[in-house]
C-alpha cells in the first residue's frame, strides 16, 4: 500500500516529485538529452559531481531514479569535491546528501586558496582546476565519465556570452572527451532541462542548496566578480527580448544546431585551422 503524503520522508516526497509532479518537466527531460546525445552506454561508471547547489543535487536525485528503471548496467559514484568551502557550507551539502539518501564520496583541495590572489579570470581558472580534480578523483574510483550539472540556460547564456564578450560562436557541448585524461569523458545529462522547473522542484520540495559558495561571493555578495556579473547580464538580456518574443531562447539553443557553413566567413576546425570562405569562393 502506497503511504500518504504525510506519512512520507522528505527524501521519499523528492523522489515522489520526480516520479509524479516533475516527471515530464524534469525527468523526461534528463531521460531525452540521455538518449539524444548518446550519454550513457552499458557498463559505463559515472561520476556524478555534486558542487552543493540546486542543479547538481537534482542531478544526483534523477540519476538515482534513472537506475532503478535502467535498461542496461551501468554504476554510479557520487563524488563531491570541496574546494575550500567553510565549514559552514561543507556541512550543509553532507547533511543534504544524508537528507535525501546520496551516499556522496568527498575529498578535499585547495583551489580556493590558490585562486583567490588571482586577478584575471579567477572563475575560469578555479572551474578548470575543479575539473581536473574530478577526473583525477573519478579516474582513481574506477570512473570513465564525469557527469556536471549544466542545464539549458547555461548553454543559451554560454552562446550570447561567447559572442558578445568572446566574440566567437559556440557552446557548451553535451558531451566532451577529455584531453588530460584518456579515455574519460564529460557529460551534462540536464542539458535540456530549464533552471526555472529546477527552481520549482526545489522550491515544491522546501529545500536549501548551496548558491555560489566560493571567497568571491563570501567576501561580498553584492559584488560578484566580473565573469559571474557578465553572465547576469545576459540572463537580463534574455528577459528583456523573451518580452517581444517568447520563443527568443530556443531559436538561441537552436541557432548552433542550424549552422549554415556556406554563409560563414570563418571558421576553424577540430585542429584550429582556420577556413575562409575565400579558400573556395572562385571554385565553381
Known sequence: MQKNDESLTKNERVELSIRKKFHSSIFSKFCQGINRYKLLSPKDKVAVCISGGKDSMLMAKLFQELKKHNKFPFELVFLVMDPGYSKQNREQIIN????LNVPIDIFNTDIFDNVTEIEKSPCYICARMRRGYLYARARELGCNKIALGHHYD????TILMGMLYGGQVQTMMPKLKSTNFKGMELIRPMYLIREKDIEAWRDYNELK???CACKFTERDENN???ELSKRKKIK????FLKKENNQVEANIFKSVENVILPTVICYKDKKGNRHSFLDTYDEE
Do not use: S, Y
Not at 96 to 99: G, Q, S
Open 96 to 99: 543534504n546528501a544524508k537528507e
Open 154 to 157: 547555461d548553454v543559451i547564456e
Open 224 to 226: 560578484l566578480h566580473e
Open 236 to 239: 537580463r538580456l534574455i528577459e
Open 209 to 211: 542548496f548551496l548558491r
